[in-house]
């Protein structure tokens, strides 16, 4: 089955544990994404990757890294959270078309909780 | 920076009835795709309709239609004959140039019996 798998789903942690939330796709997209999910302000970019070892900023990148080591995987690392990083996380996948992307494939999300 | 604006933050319709959800966006890009996405509660993410920026006509996907008036940078969507399972948020969203990709803030709908 095409899909998008993030773990993992629900992450209760403190302020400074480092955490990773895995992200992978198995339709061989080269397009993948991550963004934060907050009430009143829709869905933001994080950061995407055009493919292998190829990322780009979004709109809010502060206090996120990402690295593109593999087509299918493309995992978000908070390396200190702090609370205003309480979120739901979205991973997501397109493939290119002519260079753009035309659609896109979500995981189910990620509840994140930063105490 | 391109922004993506949904002046209804609730809506409610009529089951059966037709309901149109606004949505303005700003960009200087000649060439760029419009999506919209719907959010059940099990907070999938799941494509509606999309629209490429070139392309005049306007998108339909079955109950769904857009009305896309470049000029006046609106991208509304028509949801005809509404049915419960159509009780959602729903996010406009813009792809731009680079591929970078910026949402609205969501418009909830509700469909009542």
């Known amino acids: 089955e095409a899909q998008v798998t993030q773990n993992p789903r629900y992450l209760i942690t403190v302020t400074g544990k480092k955490l990773t939330v895995t992200c992978s796709q198995n339709?061989?997209?080269?397009?993948m994404s991550w963004y934060r999910q907050d009430p009143g302000l829709g869905l933001r970019q994080i950061y995407y990757?055009?493919?292998?070892?190829?990322?780009d900023k979004g709109d809010v990148p502060e206090g996120y890294k990402v690295s593109r080591k593999e087509k299918r995987n493309f995992p978000l690392i908070l390396e200190s959270p702090s609370p205003n990083q309480t979120s739901l996380y979205f991973c997501?996948?397109?493939?290119?078309?002519?260079?753009?992307?035309?659609?896109?494939?979500f995981g189910p999300g990620t509840r994140l909780t930063v105490l | 920076a391109q922004t993506v604006t949904q002046s209804q933050p609730e809506m409610s319709v009529q089951e059966a009835e037709t309901v149109t959800l606004s949505c303005t966006y700003d960009?200087?890009?000649?060439?760029?795709?419009l999506f919209w996405y719907k959010q059940p509660p099990s907070r999938q993410m799941i494509l509606v309709i999309r629209?490429?920026?070139?392309?005049?006509q306007n998108a339909t996907e079955n109950r769904f239609s857009v009305n896309f008036q470049k000029a006046a940078k609106s991208f509304s969507l028509k949801i005809s004959d509404s049915q419960l399972g159509d009780a959602a948020m729903y996010f406009c969203?813009?792809?731009?140039?680079?591929?970078?990709?910026?949402f609205g803030a969501g418009t909830r709908l509700t469909v009542k019996p």
């Open positions: 960009t200087s890009e000649s060439d760029y795709y």
């Open positions: 629209q490429e920026a070139y392309k005049q």
């Open positions: 339709m061989n997209h080269e397009y």
């Open positions: 990757s055009m493919n292998v070892e190829v990322t």
């Open positions: 969203a813009y792809r731009g140039n680079n591929n970078d990709m910026r």
């Open positions: 997501a996948s397109s493939p290119l078309l002519a260079g753009f992307m035309a659609t896109q494939y």
